[in-house]
């Protein structure tokens, strides 16, 4: 089964950029989503295909993928977006179809 | 609008067999595609994705438990209806429904607040 690798915690200064990564073999030729799940609600697209930004998601939220590593990166962080994240890929080749990474706790200092 | 509600027991017993309901608007999953996924998360654990079902009847499973799960619709409702047998205390999570889209890597772009379901004797 296909597995993706996520840093159990980040913690940035606000201001500052966050880059959160997702591991997985050869991802870069897979398409990549994100979420952002704060404690109680449900979670929210951020980044989907990759790089692409639902409406009403910031610019400062952006994404890449190439090689074995997706990115999820945060610029000028605030206190809104301390919240776990995670990273999902659809692999229609594989046996287990959809995959989430393990979930990053991103805390603003 | 898209919205989705998941509905079911709140407390089932080991042994028992879950049923949830996704009911959703603002959509129809008749319409070429669309899909809707199930994924549950356990209290302080991460997302785990359980089932998809999309506008042609595909459905998908997770490996590890599609001996256990099986997935339907029902287009004039507009549900989605998800069941687990042999419900063990660790399959105690939240539920989420979620609408997905599948021409674009099966994202999962609205999602319903969840359910908790609690297992246990």
């Known amino acids: 089964s296909y597995v993706l690798t996520q840093p159990p915690s980040v913690s940035v200064a606000p201001g500052k950029t966050a880059r959160i990564t997702c591991g997985g073999n050869?991802?870069?030729?897979?398409?990549v989503h994100w979420y952002q799940q704060k404690p109680g609600q449900a979670p929210v697209l951020v980044i989907y295909?990759?790089?692409d930004r639902p409406s009403g998601i910031p610019e400062r939220f952006s994404g890449s993928n190439s090689g074995n590593t997706a990115t999820l990166t945060i610029s000028r962080v605030e206190a809104g977006d301390e919240a776990d994240y995670y990273c999902q890929v659809w692999d229609s080749s594989s046996d287990l179809p959809r995959v989430f990474g393990g979930g990053t706790k991103l805390t603003v200092l | 609008q898209v919205t989705l509600r998941e509905s079911g027991p709140a407390l089932v017993k080991p042994t028992q067999t879950l049923t949830l309901t996704c009911t959703f608007s603002?959509?129809?999953?008749?319409?070429?595609?669309?899909?809707v996924s199930w994924i549950r998360q356990p209290p302080g654990k991460a997302l785990e994705w359980l089932a998809l079902i999309d506008w042609d009847d595909d459905k998908y499973y997770s490996t590890s438990l599609k001996t256990r799960l099986t997935i339907s619709k029902d287009t004039s409702k507009n549900q989605v209806v998800l069941t687990m047998t042999n419900m063990d205390p660790v399959d105690t999570a939240t539920y989420y429904c979620a609408r997905c889209l599948v021409d674009t890597a099966m994202v999962n772009d609205y999602w319903g607040q969840g359910t908790l379901v609690t297992v246990s004797s």
């Open positions: 295909y990759d790089s």
């Open positions: 050869n991802i870069g030729s897979k398409s």
């Open positions: 603002g959509f129809s999953l008749s319409t070429s595609g669309m899909c």
